[in-house]
């Protein structure tokens, strides 16, 4: 189902991926650096994501302009992000326009300009980006429901907020830069039709000399109080309600992922039917697997009204303490037909298959290979399933509402 996963570990701390996929005519890259927004200072929330912006905007012999313009020419389909852990540079693209594109990138990582010509209009951006978020409300809840689940700084979203954008100098860009942007613990992967040898050679020009070290994250503890609500004069009422849950790294995370999964996924699911079908208590309702490193959870959300939020609030909780009295034969199998057809369009996908070459590695320090991955579907059944939650039933709840009324804590949570 899949071909070998190669790795290479420099001696600067950059690891190397790579999973030739030769049926395909396409290659993609991803590439993380330990530079989240984990490393932001606290009175600077947003600097990572800042940086990020910066380093697109002119790198090497590139202006700004001839960045955007030589990916065009190339047919990359680039990308950079902020996550709470990494950042993050992405591009897919012709196989045969691979070599290119990782050099332009080598730049984007090692040599941008920072240049303070293009400070104020990267400032613009990130502040509209703020916007952006906080005008979306039920990511607004669940952002606080992150907060309230993880410790700082892993409950951090990469965007910041506008006074501390506005704080920013290019000194601060300049800085941040110099300190996180290096390669220990840094993660390159590659998937498409590439060869293996040459792909390792050419990363090793690229990125073998890149020098820096790493630094260490100080963590605090995260807020107990199991119910949060947030005022907001609305005829809307947004829901987020979280329990404690395994990481990904962990042995029964396809166990909790399959519950879960029976959960949500799909118009069958409990949820959807639950909530929203049968009783039609709101108008989006989804429940997931989150998991940062050595922590996870699972999360649920629903958008209903401010009459309906109780009610709404209620059978959302009352189905996730209901999974543990197990699931069924044909749930199971819903589940597993759903998730075979993602493994065989991640095998349509270098993009899709480099973003999770370098997943797994984050997590796991090793690859699972879609062969890998198809077995541990194959391997749930009802009776895995079914010890799992007897095992590990809902359990350290945590609930955010935002809208115009308080809510009453469902009982039975705890």
């Known amino acids: 189902m899949a071909n070998q996963v190669h790795s290479q570990q420099f001696e600067n701390g950059l690891t190397l991926l790579a999973e030739p996929m030769d049926w395909l005519e396409s290659a993609a890259f991803t590439l993380l650096i330990p530079a989240g927004a984990d490393r932001d200072p606290q009175k600077l929330a947003g600097l990572s994501n800042f940086v990020c912006e910066m380093t697109q905007r002119g790198c090497g012999s590139r202006s700004s302009r001839q960045f955007i313009e030589d990916l065009e020419l190339l047919g990359v389909d680039s990308s950079g992000s902020v996550s709470n ?19 332009i990138y080598a730049d984007v ?5 920072l ?20 005008d979306d409300l039920s990511h607004k809840v669940m952002t606080e429901l992150r907060r309230r689940r993880y410790a700082d700084p892993y409950s951090r979203v990469s965007y910041g907020n506008i006074e501390a954008i506005e704080a920013i100098t290019i ?11 290096q390669p220990r613990g840094a993660i390159l992967s590659v998937a498409g039709n590439i060869e293996w040898s040459s792909l390792c050679e050419q990363v090793g020009e690229l990125f073998a000399d890149w020098t820096g070290t790493d630094a260490a994250i100080e963590e605090t503890a995260a807020p107990v109080e199991p119910y949060t609500h947030i005022q907001h004069d609305s005829s809307q009422t947004h829901l987020g309600v979280s329990y404690a849950s395994v990481p990904y790294a962990d042995d029964d995370y396809f166990q909790s992922y399959g519950a879960v999964g029976v959960l949500s996924g ?6 959807f039917m639950e909530v929203r079908e049968k009783r039609g208590l709101c108008y989006a309702v989804y429940a997931s697997c989150e998991t940062v ?3 996870g959870a699972v999360v649920a959300y629903a958008g209903t009204t401010t009459e309906r939020a109780q009610e709404t609030l209620d059978v959302l909780v ?7 009295e197990g699931v069924c034969e044909e749930e199971l199998l819903r589940l597993k037909a ?3 057809s993602q493994l065989i369009m991640a095998q349509e996908s270098s993009n899709a298959r480099s973003s999770q070459i370098a997943w797994d590695w984050y997590h796991l320090n090793r690859v699972r290979t879609l062969a890998e991955l198809s077995s541990l579907i194959d391997a749930l059944t009802c009776q895995t399933i079914n010890q799992y939650l007897v095992d590990h039933p809902p359990s350290d709840f945590r609930i955010v509402t935002l809208g115009a009324s308080q809510l009453e804590i469902p009982r039975g949570i705890s």
């Open 293 to 295: 490193r050595d922590r």
């Open 338 to 340: 759903r998730i075979k």
């Open 171 to 181: 000194k601060d860009i300049r800085s941040h830069f110099q300190r996180f942007h």
């Open 109 to 113: 990582a090692r040599r941008p300009h």
């Open 85 to 103: 852990a990494f950042t993050s540079y992405g591009g897919s693209m012709p196989a045969e326009r691979l070599h290119e594109a990782l050099t």
């Open 266 to 271: 799909g118009m069958s699911s409990r949820l």
């Open 115 to 134: 240049s303070e010509d293009q400070f104020e209009d990267a400032q613009q951006v990130c502040i509209q980006e703020v916007r952006s978020h906080d």
């Open 318 to 324: 009352t189905e996730l303490l209901r999974l543990k």
